[in-house]
């Protein structure tokens, strides 16, 4: 019988062609089970990295990304993606592979990762975006496994010659898969270079077969059907195995230079430029207690920047590394506007690279729940969901207290373990406890893991709807002696240390909610209430109240642009066992801004908020802050 094949590889061209092209070279970007041929990998700070961003994309498990919210039976992990799955033959040991993935999650052709291809390689870029759609198809579904019935392929014409001889060859070798919706995929672009991948399956098995002597010999009549398949699909085989050996070329290239076989390297870059205009707040509920400075704030530009080193061991696990440098004026400074209500985003000066982030998450439960594992660096968003759609500090809103609910997603964090779990479709539950990781990675008297500050969360997330989505999250929080920061550095000086530097315990309430009542308009807000608790030095106690409400305009002028409105009142004091140290008059706070994307990488976002009776008094001048902030995420 090889005598046989022999004569056939020396008849046709196309024969030879296919037999020096091997299925463990030409696909091996697919794992393959015995069984169970896998489909193509889900593509991956999320945030975030996302965070999206990096905090990105993040997928990362929230129940509202911009301003829609998704539903919550599945959390799922983003693994490399695969540039693209073929079905091959079960029998050939094909190995794990490795993607290329951009921020966006996106395909790059290899071909197209030259900057400037050769004119013989512009079809090798064409194909590999076949490739890439081609995979992009599988994306989503669950584990598809393996037919072995031509019959059950239903878009497989039973009228074709190539159909008798395909079912032939599949039900005697097994040597092409299927999937198990009765489709082979072969009504897109790659019919032909799929057929002509099986064709070379069946080749292979049967070479196999005749190296192993078995008794299940290939019989002249099938040999005689797969050199006519080989001979109508020449074209194809030849061009597969240009393509290929140019593909494995390039690969070994970036295989050669990669930085690593399971980490990415993420990066995001800040640019902040900033203004505001009015007086430097000099009175609080105890008086005046600074001198009055007209226009004290000069323009400035300042930076964030942010190296994340994001691992994965399984595809579904996240470790994340991170690095980051800053320099941003925090406005609230007593030489400035002396007040937290004017602090920013981002704000804050570090004078070296530091370690920033440092977190590992995996899924269990078949990806309804997600632990989550910080030595430094996991913030309460990371596993409460926020549902309002401007949490993000590089693409969400401009001022510290309008990304976010401050009465539970400003606090004690940085070490600790959180647990998101999807009990349905529209129920979801968060916990977690984390201490402050300025103090859990010291063992002195008063520190250490739950002997200084911490925070200990629960929050209930229910969502009847793809598009509207409840809340309801409890901390409780301790602050030690000289550590203390009730409001999270947001509203009056009093709301954040109510008994100043003394210990204190809170318990905090908040509610949230996020409503896309149309394509370009969603409506959310929050409303929070701290209670707190004198733990040294007193026993005195104090009510602490925010509000805000906040109006979401996606895809405003054109698709991807993002507008926002957000009205509230800052951390307030509305009782206080010392009724002087309540605050008396309201402060509202008015933000609005534009997100303008030119690319998937690059964003500038013009935007302003106005303060008025800074720190809830009315002797403060109203102050007004503008900015401009330009984010790059690659």
């Known amino acids: 019988m090889s005598k046989i094949l022999l004569k056939a590889w020396l008849l046709s061209p196309a024969v030879l062609g296919a037999s020096l092209m091997a299925p463990t070279t030409a696909f091996a970007e697919l794992p393959v089970t015995e069984a169970q041929p896998t489909a193509i990998a889900a593509a991956t700070e999320a945030s975030a990295l996302t965070e999206t ?14 301003v829609s919210v998704t539903p919550l039976n599945t959390l799922t992990l ?11 033959n079960p029998h050939a040991g094909v190995g794990p592979s490795r993607g290329i993935e951009t921020p966006a999650n996106t395909e790059i052709p290899l071909a197209d990762l030259d900057a400037a291809p050769q004119a013989d390689t512009v079809n090798n870029a064409e194909v590999m975006q076949q490739l890439n759609e081609y995979g992009r198809e599988g994306r989503g579904s669950k584990r598809q496994a393996q037919v072995t019935s031509v019959s059950q392929l239903s878009d497989v014409e039973p009228t074709a010659w190539a159909f008798q001889a395909l079912q032939s060859l599949v039900e005697r070798y097994g040597c092409i898969a299927g999937y198990p919706d009765g489709t082979f995929k072969g009504n897109r672009a790659l019919t032909r270079f799929e057929f002509a991948a099986g064709v070379n399956a069946c080749l292979e098995r049967i070479n196999e077969l005749i190296d192993a002597s078995t008794k299940d010999l290939v019989t002249r009549e099938d040999l005689a059907k797969l050199q006519r398949l080989m001979e109508e699909f020449a074209g194809e085989l030849a061009t597969l195995r240009g393509q290929v050996t140019a593909l494995e070329a390039r690969t070994g290239e970036l295989e050669a230079n990669q930085f690593s076989t399971t980490t990415k390297l993420r990066g995001e870059a800040v640019f902040w430029f900033g203004d505001g205009e009015g007086n430097r707040a000099s009175e609080n509920v105890v008086g005046q207690f600074a001198d009055d400075s007209d226009d004290p704030t000069q323009a400035y530009l300042g930076y964030r920047a942010r190296l994340n080193f994001d691992t994965s061991f399984t595809g579904q696990d996240l470790l994340r590394t991170r690095l980051q440098g800053q320099s941003i004026p ?56 926020v549902l309002t759609p401007f949490g993000d500090d590089a693409s969400g809103a401009i001022s510290r207290f309008g990304r976010f609910n401050p009465t539970t997603f400003q606090g004690p964090s940085g070490t600790g373990v959180g647990v998101e779990y999807a009990f349905s479709h529209a129920f979801k539950a968060n916990v977690g406890y984390m201490a402050d990781d300025t103090f859990a990675s010291d063992a002195s008297q008063g520190r250490g893991l739950f002997n200084g500050n911490y925070t200990a969360m629960a929050q209930l997330v229910f969502a009847p709807k793809s598009n509207l989505a409840f809340s309801l999250d409890y901390n409780h929080r301790y602050f030690s002696n000289d550590n203390v920061y009730v409001s999270g550095g947001t509203g009056s000086w009093i709301a954040n240390k109510p008994f100043g530097e003394n210990a204190t315990g809170t318990d905090n309430l908040g509610f949230q909610m996020n409503w896309r009542i149309a394509r370009s308009f969603s409506l959310g807000g929050w409303f929070g209430a701290t209670w707190a608790d004198q733990k040294n030095g007193g026993n005195n106690n104090a009510t602490i109240i925010n509000w805000a409400a906040v109006l979401g305009f996606p895809d405003l002028l054109r698709e991807g642009d993002t507008a926002g409105l957000i009205v509230g009142m800052p951390p307030k004091v509305t009782s206080h066992d010392l009724s002087g140290l309540e605050d008396e008059d309201t402060s509202i706070h008015v933000e609005g801004f534009y997100r303008f994307p030119f690319s998937e990488y690059v964003a500038i976002t013009p935007g302003f908020y106005v303060v008025t009776n800074p720190d809830h008094n009315s002797n403060n001048d109203t102050i007004f802050v503008g900015t401009l902030r330009t984010t790059f995420r690659f």
């Open 78 to 88: 983003t693994p490399p993606q695969e540039l693209a799955q073929v079905p091959v």
């Open 53 to 66: 961003a990096l905090e990105p994309t993040q997928t990362e498990l929230k129940i509202s990304e911009q």
């Open 330 to 385: 925090t406005l609230n400074d007593f030489d400035l506007f002396n007040t937290l209500m004017a602090r920013t985003a981002i704000d804050g000066r570090s004078s070296n690279i530091v370690l920033d982030n440092l977190t590992y998450r995996f899924p269990f439960s078949q990806g309804k729940g997600l632990v989550w594992i910080g030595a430094r660096g996991l913030a309460l968003d990371d596993i409460q969901d």
